[in-house]
Structure formats: structure tokens, C-alpha cells
């Protein structure tokens, strides 16, 4: 069975640009998660998804960040005008929808801004 | 506010050599205490959850376990495939669903 499925897996980009990263969870599983992790620190809580809804945003840093899930399934994470210290690995995580802390995390995507 | 703190940074180890890894946590109210183990590259990988002082999980060579103010990792006659950063976490009575992470532990075992 395949798991948590993130793409690009490393993502260069400038300064001001805009990004998209996308997350596939695994199928069937009801809750989606980010989170954000900078070098040798632990990931940091974006937004969690119950099915199609933003249960709770309030991890995302400001405005610049949105994240949507249209159909309960795959997830974006947007952000708008990236600065350098956007720069994180970007991870998403799953679960069967009641596990709050036992989730499934994919391999991340790498976000460099230049 | 709510924090968690792991100890030590990093810690090297020869293959055999036991050694226990701690997660301190100052929470306003705690539902759960997960640990997590992370390779390079890649997503932190789920290892235990404990509810309640004086739980106990195990598997394999790991041991975890809860008193009310913090949580050991015991690594018991470890070998060079345990080297990965082991992560804490816990969740709160009133975080909904959002773990708060430490900074995690970097474990090192040489064969």
C-alpha cells in the first residue's frame, strides 16, 4: 500500500514567487496535516484538515499561507510572495481520522528560497 | 506556555552501549505523549503514544515511558540501524489535533 505521497520533493524558487506543494495521502484516511520543519529543529504545526474543511488554520504563519483540500483527498499548501524564511521542509501528514497523534507523515518537500 | 524540551542534543553511542533519551514537557494539560523516529531525508516515522504516568511501551530494542513531568526513550544494547533523530511530542487537552514537537535527539551508534 502506498503511503503519504509529496510533491516536488525539492522545490528552488525566488524570492516573491509564488509555490504550490502538493500532498496525496493515504487512501481512505479522513485527517490530513501540515507541518513545517526548519533544520534541526522538530516540525511545527500548519493546519489540519478534517475531510474537506480547515479544522484548524492556526498554525499558519499569516496570510501569505493557504492551504485547500477540495475533495477530502489530495491537499495544496500555497504560498503566496515566498521570502527566505519560508525556507523549511514542508511536511504532510494522515491518519484513519481519529488518531490525532499517530500519524502518517509523507517524505516532505524541500523548499529553498533564494 | 507550552513547551517541550529533549535531552541531550545529541548523543553518540559504541553498538551495545545502553542509554535513555529525555523529553521534558510543561503543558497546561496533557492528552497524550507520542514518540517519533526520523531517518535523513525523510518524515518522522511513528514509534509510541502514552496516555498516563507510570505507562510503559515497548518494542524491540525501545522502551518508553511517562512520569507526570516527563517521558525516557530507553535504548537497550542499541545497534547502528537505531541512528536516527527521535523525536516527542505531545498533544494537548486544548490543541484540538496539533502535536507540539521537542527539537529532537540525534542518535548516533558506531559499530
Known amino acids: 500500500g502506498a503511503g503519504v505521497s509529496q510533491t516536488p520533493s525539492n522545490k528552488v524558487t525566488e524570492k516573491g514567487k509564488y509555490v504550490e506543494l502538493r500532498c496525496d495521502p493515504i487512501?481512505?484516511?479522513?485527517?490530513l496535516y501540515w507541518y513545517r520543519q526548519s533544520l534541526g529543529q522538530g516540525p511545527e504545526f500548519l493546519i489540519y484538515f478534517q475531510g474537506t474543511g480547515a479544522a484548524d488554520d492556526s498554525g499558519l504563519p499569516n496570510d501569505r499561507f493557504f492551504a485547500v483540500r477540495p475533495e477530502g483527498s489530495v491537499s495544496t499548501l500555497k504560498i503566496q510572495r515566498t521570502e527566505r524564511g519560508d525556507s523549511a521542509v514542508y511536511l504532510c501528514?494522515?491518519?484513519?481520522?481519529?488518531?490525532?497523534?499517530?500519524?502518517?507523515f509523507g517524505e516532505g518537500s524541500r523548499l529553498t528560497v533564494l | 506556555e507550552d513547551q517541550v524540551t529533549q535531552s541531550p542534543e545529541a548523543l553518540r553511542l559504541q553498538e551495545g552501549e545502553s542509554s535513555s533519551l529525555n523529553c521534558s514537557y510543561t503543558v497546561s494539560g496533557l492528552r497524550g505523549l507520542f514518540w517519533y523516529r526520523q531517518d535523513p531525508g525523510k518524515g518522522p516515522e511513528f514509534l509510541f503514544t502514552l496516555y498516563s504516568a507510570g505507562e510503559e511501551k515497548e518494542k524491540e530494542r525501545l522502551k518508553a515511558t511517562l512520569t507526570k513531568k516527563e517521558s525516557f526513550l530507553h535504548i537497550t544494547a542499541p545497534k547502528p540501524e537505531d541512528s536516527a533523530t527521535y523525536l516527542c511530542a505531545v498533544l494537548l487537552i486544548q490543541g484540538a489535533q496539533k502535536l507540539v514537537f521537542g527539537q529532537g535527539t540525534r542518535l548516533t551508534i558506531n559499530p
Open positions: 501528514a494522515s491518519s484513519p481520522g481519529g488518531g490525532a497523534g499517530e500519524l502518517f
Open positions: 487512501s481512505g484516511h479522513t485527517a
